[in-house]
């Protein structure tokens, strides 16, 4: 027997031991609760343009974050092996990123602005299979409810104001994820999310200056479940 056939038996036997260690376990069935660790990977547009002369600048940035979640839901499975789970949800803490453009009112000068996010609550439904007590697989689709700041910082050399902006926005969500027991009540989950937010707009008057923001994330998590 070559190493490949002897690497193939290894992980099937181990496949079927993991599968009976957790034979009793029901993850994410009936009340559960979880924690988790997230990698946000995050992508942020700002366009900025004087609406008296017509000028725009656009900037792009994307960067990682690492953030925390915490979820609840009820979670049925049905006697075909169906799963249906209804979900809620938050990540913290916000997450920020600074993008530096030039002027468009102040045209010679740059500018140094911040968009910061704040998950206030997410809902998702979850659709899935469950071929084995203590394992389930499923889809999930949702939306996001956050709250979108935006500042730009005072550049002194071309004016002494800066500019503050906060809406409460929507945003869709979609991803998949599966769940594993490990007893009765604990189990460890993985997920993957895309989230895309509504399009954030501001407008300064003392300038004539039009903000325009389109943000958008994906979260990759690890979570430990408790299932009552």
């Not at 490990?182 to 189990?187: A, P, V």
């Amino acid at each position: 027997m070559n190493i490949f056939s002897k690497l193939k038996v290894f992980f099937i036997l181990f496949f079927f031991q993991l599968m009976a260690q957790g034979a009793e376990a029901n993850v994410r069935e009936n009340f559960y609760l979880g924690l988790g660790l997230v990698d946000s990977i995050n992508h942020y547009e700002l366009k900025v343009k004087d609406t008296s002369t017509q000028i725009s600048v656009k900037r792009k940035k994307e960067h990682n974050q690492l953030l925390g979640s915490a979820f609840l839901g009820y979670g049925y499975t049905t006697h075909c092996s169906l799963y249906i789970a209804g979900e809620l949800g938050t990540n913290f803490p916000k997450r920020s990123k600074k993008i530096s453009r030039p002027g468009v009112t102040f045209v010679p000068f740059t500018f140094v602005d911040r968009i910061s996010i704040q998950e206030y609550v997410t809902g998702d439904i979850l659709l899935g299979y469950r071929p084995f007590d203590c394992f389930v697989v499923y889809l999930r689709g949702g939306i996001s409810v956050a709250n979108i700041k935006l500042h730009q910082f005072v550049n002194s050399a071309a004016s002494p104001f800066g500019f503050d902006a906060d809406k409460t926005k929507a945003g869709g969500r979609i991803g998949a994820g599966l769940n594993y027991g490990l007893t009765k009540h604990f189990g460890l989950g993985a997920d993957y999310v895309f989230t895309g937010y509504q399009r954030f707009r501001a407008f300064w008057p003392m300038f004539s200056t039009l903000f325009v923001a389109e943000n958008s994330s994906h979260f990759i998590s690890l979570s430990a479940i408790y299932s009552f």
